[in-house]
């Protein structure tokens, strides 16, 4: 049995003030049967754990660097990620790709440092809408997932969001049977790959314009184990419903 998992991706977004939203969240939740994650940006990280204390939401950084530490300036390791208090972290996001060139053997290289230090990888996969209107969208999955995920990579350190890039921000939402047919196989090259057993218990997020409005049809969909919300994850008036929906899904 997969645990959902919502999961909130702040991008560059947040401050101090901020820290408000996630103590209500952290008051609203007692005892979610889905995992909750917030993904703030590295600067809120320790001070948004000490505001969590011991309520039940995780925290992730957005992105690592592949080494463990050295003259990278302006980077973070997988290790200052999990000293600052995170347990997870978000790689291969569509927007460092395109923002930082980032390719399918990078983003690899962050999950097997994500791996190293512990945390669990959020490996990000999605097509463009050109690529997607080219017929062209579960080849480049294909691609990305095949070589942005590590050979290590288990149902206890990695999990998978399908994001689509023409979602992302827009207010498009792909239909549930495109988002079924990504997602399904998703899952069957997951079970090419690394067997039955370890493929089935990988989670399989969606990513892309999730709102309370829409997250009932969402979560309804096969092979479709949580969320990755972005806007919608920056107020707890926000987010809170879409975990509500997770939970009864
Ligand atoms: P969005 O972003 O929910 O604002 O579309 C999702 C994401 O990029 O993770």
Redesign the pocket.
């Known amino acids: 049995m997969r645990r959902k998992l919502a999961a909130g991706?702040w991008?560059m977004n947040g401050t101090a003030t901020s820290l408000s939203e996630i103590r209500i969240l952290a008051d609203a939740y007692s005892a979610p049967s889905c995992e909750i994650l917030i993904c703030p940006p590295a600067t809120l990280l320790a001070r948004m754990a000490e505001a969590v204390g011991t309520a039940p939401i995780r925290l992730g950084g957005q992105d690592c660097h592949p080494n463990a530490s050295g003259a990278h300036t302006g980077d973070i390791s997988a290790g200052m990620l999990k000293d600052a208090g995170a347990s997870h972290v978000i790689v291969g996001?569509?927007?460092r790709r395109a923002d930082h060139a980032e390719d399918d053997a990078l983003v690899c290289a962050k999950a097997g440092a994500a791996y190293g230090s512990a945390l669990v990888a959020v490996i990000?996969v999605g097509e463009t809408e050109t690529e997607r209107d080219a017929g062209d969208t579960l080849k480049v999955i294909g691609t990305q997932l095949a070589g942005s995920v590590p050979d290590g990579a288990t149902a206890d350190n990695t999990v998978i969001?399908y994001?689509p890039v023409w979602?992302?921000?827009?207010g498009k939402v792909p239909t549930v049977a495109q988002i079924a047919e990504v997602h399904n196989d998703l899952r069957n090259s997951l079970i090419q790959r690394f067997g039955g057993e370890t493929a089935n218990a990988i989670r399989l997020l969606y990513?892309?314009?999730?709102?309370a409005s829409n997250a009932d049809d969402i979560f309804a969909v096969a092979h479709v184990d949580g969320a990755?919300?972005?806007?919608?994850?920056l107020k707890a008036a926000d987010f809170a419903p879409i975990t509500a929906a997770l939970d009864a899904s």
């Not at 990755?228 to 994850?233: E, F, N, T, Y």
């Open positions: 991706n991008k996001h569509s927007e990000c969001a994001e979602a992302i921000g827009t990513g892309g314009s999730v709102k990755l919300v972005g806007g919608a994850s």
